[in-house]
Structure formats: structure tokens, C-alpha cells
């Protein structure tokens, strides 16, 4: 099993920063990719950055500039900081991670975290 834990969401107001992370733990091979997910009120979900191991990321356009995904791979471990916050960034982020698991060969597997809020607001 793998699990995900996020950290780093809260209130924050517009212009400030918050640095989310997302550990991930359990029966891992490798790791293939980690991303970072929103979703807000009324909206679908949506891709806001990925990373692919060893490297390479890809932003949302809407974030582009502003945000940086990164990671640590020794330790499962991706991060976004997020600068320059604005209140559409509004949303609840998931970490997602895509591994490869000990005992399953070289079949990929996503895992979901269960979400952080980022709420920017004055």
C-alpha cells in the first residue's frame, strides 16, 4: 500500500506564499510522477503542476511564473511553492502520485491524498 500525506495548506492573503508538501510512503518500486491537483467550488479538477522523475515539470498556464514544483526523490517527497497567490488560486490541492509498487512489476499505480485547502482571501 501507499499512502500520501499533504501538508502546508491554510489562509493566506493575496500576494503571500504557502510552500505545500506531500510525502509519500509504503510499498514503492519508483516513483514515475508527482503532481499537484486543485479543484474549487463549482469548478472540475485540474492539473496546476507535475513532475516527472528524474526530471522535467509542467505548469498550468494560470500559474505559470508563480508557482514551482519540485522534488525530493530519496525521500518520496514533492513540493509546490506557491507565490504571489491570488484569490482564484482558491481551491482544495491533491497531491497525486504515480508509482511503482514493490511485488507489481512495472505496472504504474496512481495514489490520491486527500486534500488541502488554499484559501486566499483578505
Known amino acids: 500500500q501507499v499512502q500520501l500525506v499533504e501538508s502546508g495548506g491554510g489562509l493566506v492573503q493575496p500576494g503571500g506564499s504557502l510552500r505545500l508538501s506531500c510525502v509519500a510512503s509504503?510499498?514503492?518500486?519508483?516513483?514515475?510522477?508527482m503532481a499537484w491537483y486543485r479543484q474549487a467550488p463549482g469548478k472540475q479538477r485540474e492539473l496546476v503542476a507535475s513532475?516527472?522523475?528524474?526530471?522535467?515539470?509542467n505548469y498550468a498556464d494560470s500559474v505559470k511564473g508563480r508557482f514551482a514544483i519540485s522534488g525530493d526523490n530519496a525521500k518520496n517527497t514533492v513540493y509546490m511553492q506557491m507565490n504571489s497567490l491570488k484569490p482564484e488560486d482558491t481551491a482544495d490541492y491533491y497531491c497525486?502520485?504515480?508509482?511503482?509498487?514493490?511485488?507489481?512489476?512495472?505496472?504504474?499505480?496512481?495514489?490520491w491524498g486527500k486534500g488541502t485547502q488554499v484559501t486566499v482571501s483578505s
Open positions: 509504503g510499498s514503492i518500486s519508483s516513483i514515475n510522477s
Open positions: 497525486n502520485v504515480r508509482v511503482l509498487r514493490l511485488g507489481y512489476g512495472s505496472v504504474p499505480y496512481s495514489y
Open positions: 513532475i516527472l522523475y528524474p526530471g522535467g515539470t
